[in-house]
Structure formats: C-alpha cells, structure tokens
C-alpha cells in the first residue's frame, strides 16, 4: 500500500526527469465485462480519461454508458473546489448501494483526489468496499492494478507522492475524431497559495519537443483538424528540459506540422513572453484565443495568492495581447472572496474586469483546499457577502461576453464543424476565437473548416447562416 504524502508531493529537485515507456503485458483480463468512467474537472482529467478507456478497452473491457449496469466503476477525479470533492463523495454514496447489490461490482477511485492525504484516510476508515485507488502518477499502472483486483480479490492502494516522470507511449482512446489534446508539460511549480495542483500533479516536467510534434504529425495523418496543448502552466514548457527551447520554439515546431488550428491551455501570466505573442501572429495555425486566468484585481490579494504579477502588469500584457494579435479574444478565471478581501479589493477585481472586458471568464467563490498555505489565511467574509460579490461580478462579465459577441454580428468566421447541437436539429462548432455557434447546414460538414456569417449573438453563444464550405 502507497499512500499520499503532502511533504513528498511538494519536495522539488533539480534531477532531471525520467521518461519511461508504457509497457503491458497483461491481456484479456476484461473479456465480458463493462466499464464506465466518471470523470470531474479540467481538461487534463479529460485527456487521463481517454488514455483510461484505451487501456481498460486493451485489457478487453467495453464501454457502457449506464454505470448502473457497468461490472466496473472508475472515477477520475478533481481537487480544485469543494465542489468537485463533494461531487466525487456523492457517487461514492450511490456505488456503496449497489455494490451491496452486486458485491462483483468493481470500484475504483483515481486522479487528483487520490493524491489527497484526507481523502484517502476517508476511504480506507470509511469506503473500506472501494476496490482500488491510484494516483495522477501512476495511471500507466492500471492494468497491473486491476489484475491485481481480479486475481487476488484485494484492495490496491497505490499513490506515489513525488515530482514525477515523463511516460510516453500510453495508449489514447480520443473522444473526437476532430480535435485532440496533446499533453506538453506536467505539474506545477508555481505554488498559488491557494492551489493544491503541484501536490497533486506533482512538479513542472515537459515532455519532449520531439515527442510532442510526432503526436501531432499522426494526427495531422489521422484527418485531425485542431490540437490543444495541454499544462497547467503551459508557458513554462522546457524551462525544466535546460535544452535551449520554450513554449516559442514549441509553438513554432506544431506550427510547421500544418494541423489547421492549434491551441493551448492554461497560461500563467508571469511566464508568457513577447517571444509568444510574436509567435501567434506569425502563424495563421495557432488561433487567437487566449485563456489568461487573473484571479484578483487587488494587488494585496494578487500578493497573499502568491501570483507573482500585479493588476498593472497583468493589464501591460493584455493590452499588448490586444494590440498585435488581430482580433484575440482574452478569456480569464477570477475567484471572489479570498481570506483578507474586503470590498476595496473587490471594486479593484470589477474595476479589471471593467478594463478588459472578457470574452469569457469562468468565476468562482474561493474554496479551501487541504494543506495549502491560504487554509491559513484568517477568513472574515461571510458567505452570503461572497455570493452577493460573485453575482454582481458575474453580472459585468456576462454583460461583456455579450457585448463582444454583438461586435461579430454581420462577420464572417472561420468555424471547426463539430456536430449536431443537442436542443435545435442544427450543426455547432467553434470558431477561430473560441465562441459556440449555431447553424443550419447538412452534416456532411461536420469535421471541416467552413466560413459562417453571423447573424446574432447571445451571451454564451452566437448563430449563424453558412457562408462557405
Ligand atoms: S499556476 Fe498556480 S493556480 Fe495554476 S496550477 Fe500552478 S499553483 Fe495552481
């Protein structure tokens, strides 16, 4: 039994990162069965998912979309809110009751929460009859811990606490056949002191360029239309490799591999460089949409998140971002109600927000995360005061959402076609700069770059006629 250890996951050294390969030997140990995958929070879950399904479906698994009825249960999960945890605990309830049912259930637990020294003492006191759980680090190791499951009828507890390796070669089930993430760097080292990511995700690690830019090349083979590469801190790509390139050279290498769109998240604005800005422009390839998370306005609470920028520094590059990229549209994340902001603070963050004018922002009322410095912090708000802030902050931002979106009203845009929308009988894709629209069109686009004329915008979404194919 491995079990977490926040000192380990949060001790950094200069070694240079392994990289292995995956390598399985373990066949057929699923033939018959089901799996079904829950899986909560970012894109990076979203992308562990895929590579999930691949190597449950290499041992024999099949996909089952009712996890009612599914033989085994895998949630991937998030540690960035509470909400997320809750959410995870949630069905952890509604399992115990049908593994009471169907004792052969198989149930296991993996992604950020499993790095969670709480959480795991949770479930070996109280979730007992969870049959596996294993960490972000090892998720290459599940067929051997499944294997384990099924042979000796144990309960596997497998969390590495430690800054982590590279493994390359781990099979990926995707779930579009248009648009793929690549990963490109692992972990943090940045340590906001609200963020529980590098204890989860371990430290910064880039993968190689070479490696990086074969996954696209066979994309780019395979009719892919569109990458997203993929990091917390995506700018800070090859400052751990010391082999004399960054996230420029890398956007210049993906670039040259002709995959019609190419984008990237999350960037920290403390390491995003002119280097970068000049690199997008350069090439029609790399879209410009940029997620650029602030946070605060308040340069006192910017400080206590430990952001390493302040509102002044941050509004120098946006406005930079805004002035050589052509039509970039910015997108952001702001937490409200931090320990220590009183209003002042807060006017600061609506007086950013007033400035930049978001074309998206995703919002959130702060959420104490174990073991990280701002659990510390004294936390004098009530939570009613934060909800009221949150509301009033997510009044001025949707009132901008819709005010950039009327802008495109009348202009033709570049849309990846990306199927059929769910509530109207037509086709939804994305355009260049990041924005839904809806439109009429037959589904023999679907996969394409067409050219579609806005007609009218929404503040979440635009629609449109079809212009071109
Ligand atoms: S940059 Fe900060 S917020 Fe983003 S993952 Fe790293 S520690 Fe968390």
Not at 94 to 97: S, V
Not at 119 to 125: A, H, M, Q
Not at 391 to 398: A, P, R, T, Y
């Given at each position: 039994m491995n079990l977490p250890d926040y000192i380990e996951a949060s001790r950094r050294t200069k070694l240079k990162k392994d990289i292995e390969y995956y390598n399985n030997d373990i066949k057929n140990i699923g033939l018959g069965k089901t799996y079904h995958i829950k899986t909560y929070g970012c894109q990076m879950n979203e992308h562990d998912t895929e590579n999930l399904k691949a190597m449950l479906e290499e041992l024999g698994f099949t996909y089952n979309d009712n996890y009612l009825t599914s033989d085994l249960v895998l949630l991937n999960t998030c540690s960035i809110r509470e909400n997320a945890h809750n959410k995870a605990f949630g069905m952890l309830g509604?399992?115990?009751?049908l593994k009471e049912e169907n004792p052969n259930l198989i149930v296991g637990l993996c992604g950020c929460m499993a790095q969670e020294e709480g959480?795991?003492?949770?479930?070996?006191?109280k979730y007992k009859w969870v049959n596996f759980v294993f960490g972000t680090h090892n998720i290459h190791r599940l067929p051997y811990i499944i294997n384990e499951v099924l042979n000796n009828n144990t309960n596997e507890i497998e969390v590495f606490s430690k800054e982590g390796n590279i493994i390359e070669g781990i099979p990926v089930k995707r779930d579009s056949k248009y648009k793929a993430y690549v990963n490109i760097i692992y972990g943090c080292d940045k340590f906001c002191t609200y963020c529980i990511?590098?204890?989860t995700r371990g430290g910064q690690r880039s993968r190689l360029k070479e490696d990086i830019v074969k996954e696209v090349e066979q994309l780019v083979k395979d009719g892919y239309m569109e990458v997203t590469l993929l990091g917390q801190n995506v700018n800070a790509y090859g400052k751990d490799l010391n082999l004399g390139y960054g996230m420029e050279k890398l956007l210049e290498e993906v670039s040259k591999t002709n995959i019609p769109r190419i984008r990237f998240v999350t960037s920290h604005p403390w390491d995003f460089t002119d280097g970068m800005i000049d690199c997008i422009t350069r090439h029609e390839n790399i879209m410009p949409a940029i997620h650029l998370p602030v946070q605060s306005g308040?340069?006192?609470?910017?400080?206590?998140?430990?952001r390493k920028y302040t509102k002044e520094e941050y509004l120098t590059l946006f406005n930079k971002m805004k002035e050589r990229i052509p039509r970039v549209s910015i997108s952001t994340d702001i937490i409200v109600g931090f320990p220590?902001?009183?209003r002042e603070d807060f006017n600061e963050t609506i007086?950013?927000?007033?400035?930049?004018?978001?074309?998206?922002?995703?919002?959130?009322i702060y959420s104490k995360r174990e073991h990280t410095p701002a659990t510390k912090l004294k936390d004098n708000t009530p939570l009613e005061e934060k909800e009221r802030r949150l509301?009033?902050?997510?009044?001025?931002?949707?009132?901008y959402f819709l005010e950039n979106n009327k802008k495109l009203v009348g202009t033709l845009v570049p849309v990846l076609v990306e199927g059929i929308s769910d509530k109207k009988n037509e086709l939804y894709g994305y355009t260049d700069t990041n924005k839904l629209i809806n439109f009429k069109g037959n589904d023999d686009i679907i996969g394409k770059i067409v050219t579609v004329k806005v007609t009218s915008a929404k503040t979440w979404s635009l629609d449109g006629e079809l212009y071109d194919k």
């Open positions: 509604r399992l115990k009751h959480v795991v003492s949770e479930i070996l006191n990511v590098p204890f308040s340069n006192k609470i910017l400080k206590m998140m430990g220590g902001e009183d007086d950013l927000v007033n400035k930049c004018k978001f074309d998206n922002a995703f919002t959130f509301n009033q902050l997510n009044e001025i931002v949707n009132k």
